[in-house]
């Protein structure tokens, strides 16, 4: 069962996946593949230990988004550190906890299994994917490792022995707070769908119109559908006509047999579920013009508007937009969308930057394991420089450093700017 669930990976990304062409000969099946079958004569392999060996042969594509899973289930579990990290320097500060009760956010990691964080960082690059420490993921590195060298807020050290904890479902953040009676503070943590972020706008309305400054925090976005949030953008632009090149998010969908089954049916389902008729009729059209007219054709260029005119509201009148590199995807062009209005100042860490190759369809098999892919290639890749730095880049970027652990400095800075610009408007 492995082997062919694996071959089928193998001939997706061959064919299907976006990238395929621009990264032909990159990997290297045959070794993956002789794993998989010795464990299997051995009665060797489990679902995990499966798991792991198609994520390391998907890390010769070097594109962050493409994701191989366990779906979860009541007897199939997926396994988290039970904390979060981000390197400064030589350490690995522990920044979230979701399940390890003997950490606190700001202890800091010094070593696993005796080997230094720095070297650490050497051996894994491949899985790193990054230059900058501040926008590495250590998630699935430290997973396979057993004791961790701790120094605790206090200055005390110990080896701890490392513990899978089950993942933590996903919970969604829409919410729009007051922070001071000329301030809104709305995170989104997601676009997954339009009716939820509608719904948000509709009862705040009032304020909205009403509020001179507004934080938008999308430091922890996992993308969706740009269609999502249309409905808030009219509050993004100043009320008067702006014109956006849209020229930059052009692409090619590689539309072959298989890319478009899986799409239409995921269409399919997904209009089942919504209510907003905006969005329902927009992805029908989606459907039909883009995957049933195009199906099987291979690379196509879907013509969309050059520029895309909006005029928006008066309030609020100023906004800052707070951004990392946990924002991706359809998070990705939501902050390139609002660097283009000129009452948004955008502050933090460059965003993910996913959208190289997007527009990810999934596949599954015995409903226990998911691959999810790109089908679309931004056309921008065969103009960009070499080693050009991925993301959408803030205006005013702030570094991480451990202090971010135990104060919100990018929201101190927010407000700092926004009485600024409260006060040259006096």
Same mark, same amino acid.
């Given at each position: ?83 979060? &990290? !981000? ?10 906890? =979701?399940? $390890? +009760?003997? @950490?606190? *956010? ?50 005390s050290t110990e080896f701890m ?56 925090? &999308? !430091? ?10 249309? =409905?808030? $953008? +009219?509050? @993004?632009? *100043? ?26 049916q995921s269409i399919n389902e ?157």
């Amino acid at each position: 069962m492995y082997t062919e669930i694996f071959r089928e990976v193998v001939d997706i990304m061959h064919h299907d996946y976006a990238g395929y062409i621009d990264k032909k000969g990159w990997d290297n099946p045959e070794e993956f593949e002789s794993k998989i079958m010795e464990l299997e004569r051995n009665a060797n392999l489990t679902p995990h230990s499966f798991l792991k060996i198609v994520e390391d042969y998907l890390l010769d594509f070097k594109d962050p988004h493409i994701f191989f899973n366990l779906i979860q289930s009541e007897t199939q579990k997926q396994l988290d550190n039970g904390f979060r &990290v !981000r390197r400064y320097q030589d350490k690995l500060y522990v920044t979230t906890l =979701s399940g $390890e +009760k003997r @950490l606190k *956010p700001g202890d800091a990691i010094l070593s696993l299994n005796n080997t230094p964080i720095p070297e650490l960082v050497r051996k894994h690059q491949r899985e790193l994917m990054e230059t900058k420490a501040e926008r590495e993921d250590w998630r699935k590195i430290i997973r396979n490792y057993d004791v961790a060298e701790i120094i605790h807020l206090d200055g005390s050290t110990e080896f701890m022995e490392l513990k899978a904890y089950e993942k933590p479902a996903y919970v969604p953040q829409h919410t729009i707070t007051k922070v001071d009676e000329d301030t809104l503070c709305m995170t989104l943590t997601d676009f997954n769908e339009p009716d939820t972020l509608t719904t948000l706008l509709s009862k705040h309305e009032q304020e909205l119109t009403a509020t001179k400054n507004l934080i938008i925090d &999308v !430091r922890i976005n996992y993308g969706g559908s740009t269609l999502a949030y249309q =409905s808030l $953008e +009219k509050y @993004l632009f *100043p009320d008067h006509n702006i014109t956006i090149d849209m020229q930059d998010y052009f692409m090619k969908f590689n539309i072959t047999d298989r890319n478009a089954d899986l799409m239409i049916q995921s269409i399919n389902e997904e209009l089942t579920k919504i209510d907003n008729e905006e969005y329902r009729t927009s992805l029908t059209r989606w459907k039909e013009e883009v995957w049933v007219k195009h199906k099987g054709k291979g690379f196509v260029s879907i013509e969309d508007e050059e520029v895309y005119e909006i005029t928006g509201t008066k309030s609020p009148e100023h906004i800052v937009l707070l951004t990392d590199n946990y924002c991706g995807s359809a998070g990705d062009v939501f902050v390139w969308l609002c660097k283009k209005s000129p009452k948004i100042t955008v502050l933090g860490r460059p965003t993910m930057g996913l959208n190289d190759y997007s527009n990810l369809i999934d596949i599954t098999w015995n409903n226990q394991f998911q691959l999810m892919y790109p089908t679309s290639r931004l056309n921008l890749l065969d103009k960009r420089k070499p080693g050009a730095e991925p993301g959408i880049k803030p205006d005013i970027y702030i570094p991480w450093t451990p202090e971010h652990i135990r104060k919100d400095i990018d929201m101190c800075c927010a407000m700092e700017i926004l009485n600024e610009k409260n006060k040259a408007h006096r």
